[in-house]
């Protein structure tokens, strides 16, 4: 079963790090420095907006290719870390 112990520990890492994210985004407006630094957020220019009298739609195309790159990065850091 020592295949088990690997994903064990991936799914402990994986739930601290959604754990961290989340007191960040809920902190995120009783600190103006955080907001400050999120603030970017769904409002590049890339993400599409469309307003009507009954309907709403919020389409974040450039935020979540931001996201993607930056986790893409962040992921590629881990596994060389882990590597050595």
Known sequence: ??????IGRLLI???LTLAIVGVL??????WPSLGA???WVGKLPGDLSITRERF???VPI?????LSIL???????LSWLFRR
């Open 1 to 6: 079963m020592a295949g088990w112990n690997g």
């Open 13 to 15: 890492i994986t739930g």
């Open 25 to 30: 985004l809920t902190l995120v407006e009783k």
């Open 37 to 39: 630094a999120f603030g």
């Open 56 to 58: 709403s739609l919020y």
């Open 62 to 66: 450039a935020t979540s290719l931001v």
């Open 71 to 77: 986790l893409s990065v962040a992921l590629y850091i």
